[in-house]
């Protein structure tokens, strides 16, 4: 459906802005209407990493006045295979900094917002309300129930991606013409149950097509040109180069934006999501070594098992020596367990500690009292006892 421009559009474009705009304003559609509305726009992407790179970057292109960025988060070399609008001179650098000077570098004639904080219940409201548009990039689930639960208690509509390997989601959610997140996803997943990017991998041109969705529709929201994806989930599979587009619904009975809401503040999203089950945070109590300590009774030669429950592809980049590969899935449905002794301890690793652990409470579950996990997991190897290993 087609809706009103979101903006109201600028007093005039300057002579400089119609030289750089012109091939808008010769897009009936857009024009110099259009393009004003740009220009008055402000707009606050939610993290400058894979998907927040290929949005700002066209954002900025696009002439949208005011774009604000989100993100307390450091540019490291693995981000440097999607995340384009940094480079090798920013590794270490804030990325809300390196997006802003890339940014500039595109476009000169805006103006750019950083809010280099972590994104809270505490601070989401004051930071929200500063702009028309939010568009969310993030990759946990807490963030995007917390963006979610904010944009319907301030009315503002917001641009939702998501991406994983080869595949990527996009939506716009505006609880005033359509559904909400929550209307889509009720629930988070399980902890642990739905792997990051960190944790799966991504495709890194990925993050261009459903950044460029998310580009599209903004402009779209700002200007009131074309059908928004408002009530429409696009869902895009690289590997098979096809687009399907399903409908989403507004949930009558949603807690936050249904006929009889519950939900009328911000609440605790960590303890919503459960980033770590209770289960998982239980088992590990006195049952968690450190890497050094790995180390140790590697080398006092301690019979142990060492397991590892990442996935066979990041098996191959980066292990610890000596150890076997049982990815966490194995564990969980059981299927494994007769391949773990009876007769001696279990020590279990993943990535950074969090898949070990929820793997840990389901052997404590099946009676290895003895099993413990690594803190910080192969992470933790790399940086307490081998610092030549790569990282990922």
Known sequence: ?????????????????????????????????????????????????????????????????????????????????????????????????????????????????????????????????????IVDGTDNFATRYLVNDACVLLGKPYVWGSIYRFDGQASVFWAEHGPCYRCLYPEPPPPGMVPSCAEGGVLGVLCASIGAIQTTEAIKLLTGIGDPLVGSLMVYDALE?????????????????????????????????????????????????????????????????????????????????????????????????AQLPQDKPVVLYCKSGVRSAEALAALKDAGFADATHVQGGVLGWQAQVDRSLPTY
Not at 35 to 43: D, E, G, S, T
Not at 274 to 300: F, H, N, P, Q, Y
Not at 304 to 316: I, K, M, N, Q, T
């Open 1 to 133: 459906m087609s809706l009103p421009p979101l903006v109201e559009p600028a007093a005039e474009l300057t002579r400089e802005e119609v030289m750089r705009y012109s091939r808008h304003l010769i897009i009936p559609d857009v024009a110099t209407a259009g393009q004003k509305r740009l220009k008055n726009a402000k707009v606050l992407a939610v993290g400058a990493g894979g998907l927040g790179a290929p949005t700002l970057m066209y954002l900025a292109a696009a002439g949208v006045g005011t774009l604000g960025i989100v993100d307390f988060d450091v540019v490291d070399e693995s981000n440097l295979q999607r995340q384009v609008i940094h480079g090798q001179s920013d590794i270490g650098r804030p990325k809300a900094e390196s997006a802003r000077d890339s940014v500039r570098e595109i476009n000169p004639l805006i103006q750019v917002n950083l809010h280099q904080e972590r994104l809270d219940s505490s601070n989401v409201m004051e930071i929200f309300a500063q702009y028309d548009l």
């Open 241 to 337: 180069m096809e687009y399907r587009k399903i409908k989403v619904r507004k949930d009558p009975e949603c807690p936050l934006c249904g006929k009889n809401p519950t939900i009328t503040e911000l609440i605790d999203y960590e303890a919503f999501c459960g980033v770590v089950s209770e289960e998982a945070v239980e088992a590990a109590k006195g049952s968690t070594i450190t890497a050094r300590e790995l180390k140790a009774k590697i080398d006092a030669g301690d019979d142990f098992l060492l397991v590892d429950v990442r996935e066979p592809a990041e098996y191959e980049i980066i292990k610890i020596p000596g150890s076997v590969l049982i990815p966490k899935g194995d564990i969980l449905n059981g299927s494994a367990l």
